[in-house]
C-alpha cells in the first residue's frame, strides 16, 4: 500500500515535471526571459565534441534557472536571486540539451543548434539521461571508467546531470565539468566528484561528428580526460 | 642521503601495522628507481604495492556522534533543499574550532553558522555567495568563498571577512580546497581562473600555499605538507588510474612511493566477487606526519551501482598505523558536500554525514 503510494506520487511529480518541461516557455511579459529571448535555430549535419565544448564554454558564469533554457554571454548571472522567475540561465537537463544539440523528436539522432537566446529546455530530464531507451539520442556507457569516458560525456543521476570537461583534474578524486549547478552557483565549470558518487552513470549522446573532421584524412587523436 | 630517505622508509614500514585487512603489506625494504648510493642526489624509492579491499558488505565503524543539526527554517537550522534538475542545496563544509564547537558552511543560507557541541546555535557570519569549504589553520579560520575566482578570506572572530588573495602574477587562481599549514594555508589550485579556453589551464596547479597574512605571496608546493618536513600528493596510477593510485612522499628532495591497488568487492549470498570499481581519495588531512583521506567509491558499471550501491571510506597512512575502515553512508544526495572529514584541535578526525535528520556530526574515537 505504501509502496503504491509512493508509486503515485512519483507519477504525479514526474507528470508535473514533465507537463512542466514539455510546455513552450512560460508567457514572459516582464520577464528577462520575455525581454532578451527569443527563437532562433537550424538544423545541422555536423557536430563534434569540440563544437559542443565551445558552445558550453558561452554558458560559462552566467545563471541558472529550473526548466530555463536563455542565457546570454556577459559573464554574470542577470537575475541573481530570483529563482524560479523566468530568469537567466539553462537547469541542467537543459543545458545538456542545447549542449548536444539534441530535437524533441523521438528516434531523431541528428542535431539542431539553437541559438543561446533562445528559450529551449527540451523534453529531456535527467531520469531520461539516467535511463536512456533505444530510440533516445543518446547511450548509458558500459562503465565510468577513464578509459572509457571522453570529454562531453556526461554523468547522470535521478536528479543531476553534468558534462566531463576536457581538463586533467589538479587532484586525483575529481573531474572538471560544465553544468548548470544550482540557483547559487549559476552555470560553470565545477571540480565534481560524480565519477565516484554510485548515483551517477555515464552517458554518451549518439552520433558525434569525429572531432578531426573535415580532416579525417589526418586523423588526430580523441582527446581523453587524463 | 639515506639518513634523511629512513624517516620515510621508517613511516612507510608503519603502514604495515594495519588496523583493517590489506592483503598484502608494504614491505620493509625500498626499491630505488634510481640509484644514487653514494651521491648527494635526490632518489625516489617505490614499496611494493598495498591492496586495500573495500567489501561494500562490510558495516560501517562506530564513530562518536557529537552533534545534531536539524535541517529546516530558522537560524539554528541547517538549509537542505532536495535536488530537481539541480545539484542539492545542502551544507558544503565544516570545520571544528579549537574550543570544539564546529562551524558549518551552510551554503543554502549563505552562512558559516557556529554550533556549540551541545547544538546549542552561538552565531552566523554571513558570506557573499554559498560557501565551498571551510578549515581552520590553528586558531584562525578560513573560508574558500567561490571556486572560479579562488576568492578566499580569514574569518575574524567579530564575523567580518578579510579577503585573502589567491594570485599568482596578478592573477586569480581556481581554488577548490583548503588545508591547513600554520601559519599559512594551503589551497588545492587548478591554474589560473582566467585560462578557459586553453588545452588545459596555464599557472600553478596543485598544493600552493598562501600567506594567510594577505600579503599575496604564494608558493608552489610539490605535495601537501604533513609535518615534520614532510609532503604528500597522491596520483592517479597510469596502469589503472580507476583503481590504483601513487601516494608520493616527499621530503629533503627525496621521494618515496607508495602504490596502492583497491579492489571493490560485492557480495550475493555466501559468494563474494570482485567488480570494477572507481576510487576517489578526498579532503586530504594532513596531521603530523599522517595523511587521511575520505574516499569515495563506486561500481564503475551502473547494474553494478544499481544491485549493491557505493560506499565511503576512510584512508589514513603515515606514521600512525594504517587505517582502513568503511564510514556511515549519507542518507541523502549529498554531491553539493565538498568536506566531509575534518581536523580536530586534539588531532582527532571528525565526519559530517548528510542524513534526513540533519548535518550529523562524528568523531572517531
Redesign the interface.
Known sequence: MKRRAVSVCLVFAMGV?GSLELLPARPSFASWVGSNCSPNHTGIVHYRRKDAQAYA?VA??EG?E??GGCWNDNNRDDTPGQPDSNGEGP????FVFKTWELRNAVGDNGFTWYDKLENVHGKF??TDYKYPVGSDPFV????????TTQYMDAFS?D??VAMLW?????????D?VV???????GT???????????????VRRKNWTPDCYPRCNHPESLVRV? | MKRSLVPLVVGAVLLSACTSSPEHFAATTPVPNSSSHGSSSPTTASLPALVLRADLSDPAASWDRVLLVPFGIGRARLLYR????????EPTAFAVAPDDSVWIAD??N?RLAHFSVTGRFLGESKTP??PRDLVFSARRMYVLLE??GGRVAEVRAEGTMEPIAARANGRALRV??LYPDPPSLVV????YADS??Q???SGP??FVRVDGSGSGQIQALPGLPIGRGGTVR???SEAD??QD?DVIYLRGGNALVQPIHFKLVARRGPTAGQI?G?????NLLPNDGDVAAY????????QD?TR????RWLLRMGRSPLLWERLPDPGL?D??QHRHITLGPDGHLYLMPLTRAGAETYRRP
Open positions: 515535471i564554454a560559462r558564469s541558472y529550473w526548466g537547469d541542467c537537463s537543459g530530464v535527467t548509458r556507457l558500459p562503465d565510468k571508467k577513464r578509459t543521476s536528479t543531476h576536457s581538463w586533467a583534474p589538479p587532484s586525483d578524486n575529481t572538471y553544468e548548470a549547478l544550482g540557483d547559487a552557483y560553470d565549470i565545477f571540480i565534481e566528484p560524480y565519477r565516484f558518487d554510485a548515483r551517477y552513470v555515464g587524463p | 532536495p535536488p530537481s534538475q539541480a545539484a542539492p542545496a551554503a543554502g549563505s555567495g554559498p571556486e572560479q577548490s580546497e588545492l589550485s587548478g591554474g578557459l579556453g588545452a588545459q589551464p596547479a596543485g597522491v596520483a592517479p588510474p580507476d593510485i570494477a572507481e576510487f576517489g581519495p578526498a574516499v569515495m567509491v563506486s561500481p564503475s558499471r551502473p551501482a549493491y550501491g557505493g560506499g544526495p554531491e553539493g
